[in-house]
């Protein structure tokens, strides 16, 4: 299972990096957003697999965390938006 860990690793590891070039690219705000939202959310997957792999459930409170705190800030832009989104005073 060692292998398969270590794949799921490093293919994380690269939509990660993929991920960071289109939230520092994005060509409008929410772009930028959603790329935020996909960055957390490999996050969460990157620290559920490591939780597998070293055998610490501990780790998946933290996963738990940072899933609930990335819907927040989802549900914060959404609002954020709907108020009128960012205004050129």
Do not use: H, K
């Not at 070039?21 to 772009?31: H, I, N, W, Y």
């Amino acid at each position: 299972m060692s292998p398969l860990i270590l794949l799921s690793l490093v293919l994380m590891a690269l939509a990660l990096c993929l991920t960071f070039v289109r939230l520092f690219r994005g060509p409008s705000l929410p772009d930028r957003v959603v790329a935020l939202e996909l960055f957390s959310s490999i996050l969460v997957g990157i620290i559920g697999v490591v939780a597998i792999a070293t055998d610490v459930a501990s780790l998946l409170d933290v996963a738990i965390v940072m899933a609930l705190m990335a819907f927040m800030a989802a549900i914060g832009f959404a609002r954020f938006l709907e108020r009128g989104g960012p205004r050129d005073d």
